[in-house]
């Protein structure tokens, strides 16, 4: 198995959000501001990556027909420990996630990846794999995060910089519902034209590199 | 109690704040279970049985359990205990007493586990401080309201088979763009004075 595959296709080919469809309602929930984008990444990721190791040293103890509780209870005790450390140190960005910090307990990104990858691999895979698809995550939520930060508000806040776009009049419903949908769609159209156009390209390669060798073999 | 106060939670949960368009709550079910109005039905009374149980189930368990025993910080770990074992007893009662539901909304209960609508009412409850009565209704109106979103969007998806998009836009995406439209039209509703 290659363990360089198993960090990057959560980023690109196997994106949980843009391809795989999962973990929408938080995506589109926080990605009113950057900072908020970037709190959830690092919560879920921390979450995923604890869920992924714990799981993967306890697969061979829990009997399967029981393994789905289990995992809800483990990935439940690093979603208690993500809240209150953020609680703790990051009060604002606590407050702006409200419920979708306890809700990453029922998202289906984490779930998915323990009863997919971390309960059939190992502990250092399921680390890759955590790694790679908590990026992934992060990165599409950092990308719908500020298309509407900047549309929506004219400007970014990240806290130590922050600016404004002169003379641009934004529109307030990017930051609200109707944007973070609306955005979404547009950007997971983008990646099926890119998907498209990637296979496009590879079935001409395929096809060029046989008429090549039927040229040799002629 | 105030019925008008009542009517305040089930207007407020079904329209001004609809869980699906404006809370995004429960949106994998809305973009996956909307392709047919008949499965949507279906995954609407299965979502609206045990929202509303669970928001009770919950409600009981924080205020007679967590908050005397000083152990609130066990919210999250057992609220989704609570969910996921009240999914399976009601799917082995159904199954059991009532063989027509079961074959009815059988399917869709797995897979309100992991719905966060649940799991989001539940935790709402105790956030806004509702009493038991309260939270009782406020959790079957936000079902009724993600019924209603999901009823809407699988009417217009049927319609949406027939109609010539894109081919990058098909599928997700542009029931994305028609959530986002619809996301709009709610919108008015937040001009209402209640």
């Not at chain 1, 960005?93 to 419920?99: D, R, S």
């Not at chain 1, 939520?141 to 990240?158: F, H, I, N, S, W």
Request: proline letters at 4%.
């Amino acid at each position: 198995m290659n363990a360089g595959r198993e960090f990057t296709k959560g980023i690109w080919t196997e994106n949980p959000v843009l391809r795989l469809m999962l973990g929408l309602c938080p995506t589109l929930a926080v990605s009113t501001a950057v900072v908020n984008g970037i709190g959830m990444g690092i919560a879920a990721t921390f979450v995923l990556l604890g869920s992924n190791i714990v799981i993967a040293l306890i697969r061979g103890v829990i009997p399967a027909k029981v393994r789905i509780p289990c995992y809800i209870v483990v990935i439940a005790t690093f979603v208690t420990i993500a809240d209150l450390t953020m609680h703790a140190y990051t009060p604002q960005i606590h407050e702006a996630l409200g419920i979708f910090l306890p809700l990453i307990v029922v998202n289906c990104i984490i779930l998915g990846r323990a009863e997919a990858f971390a309960s059939k691999n190992s502990v250092t895979m399921s680390v890759l794999d955590a790694l790679g698809m908590g990026l992934g995550f992060t990165l599409a939520l950092l990308a719908l995060a500020t298309v509407r930060e900047l549309l929506g508000t004219g400007g970014l806040d990240l806290r130590a910089l922050a600016f404004q776009i002169p003379r641009f009049k934004p529109a307030i419903i990017m930051i609200l519902p109707p944007g973070a949908f609306v955005t979404l769609g547009i950007m997971m159209a983008g990646m099926n034209k890119l998907a498209e156009l990637q296979e496009k390209k590879r079935l001409q390669r395929a096809a060029e590199e046989k008429l090549e060798e039927k040229q040799e073999e002629a | 109690m105030d019925v008008g106060h009542l009517l305040v939670i089930v207007l407020g949960a079904v329209f001004i704040h609809n869980f699906v368009l404006n809370r995004f709550l429960g949106i994998c079910p809305f973009i996956g279970v909307s392709k047919k109005i008949d499965s949507s039905i279906g995954m609407g009374m299965a979502v609206a049985f045990v929202m509303t149980l669970a928001g009770g189930v919950t409600w009981c368990v924080h205020h007679f359990l967590l908050v005397p025993l000083n152990a609130t910080f066990l919210q999250t770990v057992s609220f989704i205990l609570v969910i996921a074992a009240l999914v399976q007893l009601v799917e082995m009662f159904l199954q059991k007493n009532s063989p027509t539901l079961y074959s009815a909304l059988g399917i869709y209960l797995p897979l309100i586990t992991t719905n966060c609508a649940v799991m989001g009412v539940a935790l709402l409850n105790i956030r806004e401080g509702y009493s038991l009565i309260e939270a009782l209704i406020f959790s079957f109106s936000a079902a009724v309201g993600f019924t209603l979103a999901l009823l809407l969007m699988a009417g217009i998806r049927e319609r949406l088979e027939l109609v010539q998009v894109p081919r990058a836009f098909r599928g997700a995406p542009i029931a994305f763009i028609v959530a986002g439209l619809m996301a709009i039209a709610f919108m008015g509703f937040a001009g209402m004075k209640l």
